[in-house]
Structure formats: C-alpha cells, structure tokens
C-alpha cells in the first residue's frame, strides 16, 4: 500500500528504513509508559531488537503501507496499514492529547478509503485501557473476537472494527 494523503496538508508521510531507528526510539517509551500493565517491565522489557527487525520486515513487504507521523519536522509517531488492517498505530509521548494522533488516525483511515476499502479492522490489547478508549472515541467498536500476541508473555487482544 504506497499511498499518500494529497487531500489537504497531512503528518503523514512515507517512512523508510533511515526512519526505523528514530520511531523506535519514540516508540518505547510510548509502549513501556501505555503497556507497563500488559508488559512489566521486570519480566518482559520492550523487545528493541524484534521491532526494529519487525519494521524492516513491513517496509520490505509491499502489502504493508508504513508511514511516520511529522510534527515540526521531527517523527512523532507511526502507522502501519495492511490490505483493510490498521495494524499497527503510535503516537510519542510528547504528543499525547495534542491532536496529533486524531489527526494521523484520520489521515490513515483516507488511505484505506482512497484504497478502496469500506470497513477496516485492527487488534488492540485488552489491557491497553488508553488505546482502548482512543479507538472507542473514534467510532471503532469490538467485535468479540480475541486473540494473542506473539510476544511474551502473550497478553490478549480484542479485535475491533468500523464502517468507513
């Protein structure tokens, strides 16, 4: 998925691999800060290595649309889409509760809509109350449907999903 917000001035844009080191280094404190209840840090640090491989793999894999959120120049935040998924969605630290995020989750959903796609989905963590209630805010609703992550010790998801 290579598409890219022209519809009005956008945060989002395209990342690349030069891209990987700085949105996992905002990454991190978001996941340790937002998932230290899902994750504790004592017996399941943020597996560095693992996302950044994961990131290579995505941007390598042309069914996968990674961009990077901008703000005033500097990457804010990511978002990751795959066919009808928003599979994976962050936004630093620093800008929580500024509007950034509502602003990168909109600009995403264009892409999907501009990809032809009229219902998306996404997996959040049922611990994650934040994320949770962002998504919720947003118009998406679970579905029931749950599953696990990949990652130790293998915390819940909830599906989600929401007409476009």
């Known amino acids: 998925m290579d598409l890219v917000?022209?519809?009005?001035p956008g945060v989002l844009r395209p990342m690349t691999p030069a891209d990987?080191?700085?949105?996992?280094?905002?990454?991190e404190p978001a996941a340790v800060l937002g998932l230290g209840d899902v994750f504790p840090q004592d017996l399941h640090p943020f597996p560095r290595a693992d996302i950044t491989a994961r990131?290579?793999?995505?941007?390598?894999?042309?069914?996968?649309?990674?961009?990077?959120v901008v703000d005033d120049?500097?990457?804010e935040g990511f978002v990751a889409l795959r066919d009808d998924e928003?599979?994976?969605?962050?936004?630093?630290?620093?800008?929580?509760?500024?509007?950034?995020?509502?602003?990168?989750?909109?600009?995403?959903?264009d892409l999907l809509r501009a990809a032809g796609v009229t219902s998306a989905w996404l997996w959040v963590f049922t611990g994650n109350g934040r994320?949770?209630?962002?998504?919720?805010?947003?118009g998406w609703a679970p579905t029931?449907?749950?599953?696990h992550t990949t990652f130790p010790p293998h915390p819940e998801l909830l599906h989600y999903a929401r007409p476009l």
């Open 131 to 138: 994320g949770r209630r962002f998504y919720e805010n947003l």
């Open 55 to 68: 990131w290579h793999a995505e941007l390598a894999d042309p069914a996968v649309g990674c961009y990077v």
């Open 20 to 27: 990987v080191p700085t949105v996992v280094a905002g990454q």
């Open 5 to 8: 917000p022209r519809s009005r």
């Open 144 to 147: 029931g449907e749950t599953s």
């Open 73 to 75: 120049g500097g990457i």
């Open 86 to 109: 928003l599979l994976h969605f962050g936004i630093t630290v620093d800008h929580w509760g500024t509007g950034l995020a509502r602003q990168a989750h909109d600009e995403a959903l």
